[in-house]
């Protein structure tokens, strides 16, 4: 059965841990970067009882650790494997990218002349708090519910329904963006430039951001990965 042992993190663990007070934060480091840069491939198993014997300490500090990965959707638990490093596919991303640049602007071109105050002023208040957040979970569920509220007046279930799921399938690699390489502010300008659009009744506008929206981040994330 596969262990964490064969990896060489020992340069990592040198380079991380003068930076880190507390051991979660360390280790929570000293993994995130193994993973991004590929020392720890897709799919590796990370065994909590390894981890700690590699780390010289407890599990307690590693299994937070792990969790703390998993919503950076750095790490994925899987049943009867335990933790092991996500695997995270620049085709993948890309699929899921073309899929919402055509589904979102069709759904945002029937919302858009049924939506009223209440709507953009919810839209609003989702961007001010994405201002402010810097739990990954937290900022992927305020991202769907701020294009949600947005599409949920198209009066087209199948077609919101596909959208949600695809926007689901998309916050992931939100999230792991957010671990590699920070929340980038550029997708609130973009959000900020939509909801404008939005506001003002113009369709065309409206849908040209979302579809650059989806396409800048894609292609932020796909030179990431292909730069490894």
Known sequence: MPTTKPFDLAPVIERVRPRFRTATEFVEAVLREAILNGTIPAGAPLRQEDLAALFGMSRMPVREALRQLEARALVEFHPHRGAVAAEISAEDSADIG????????????????????EDFALAGELLAEMDSVDDPGRLGELNRRFHMTLYARADKPRLLGLVEQHLAAADRYLRFQCGALGYNPRSQDDHRTLLAACRAGDADAACAAVVQHIERAGEQLTAFLRGR
Do not use: C, K
């Open 98 to 117: 073309a899929i919402r640049a055509a589904l979102e602007p069709a759904a945002l071109r029937l919302s858009l002349p049924h939506l009223g105050a």
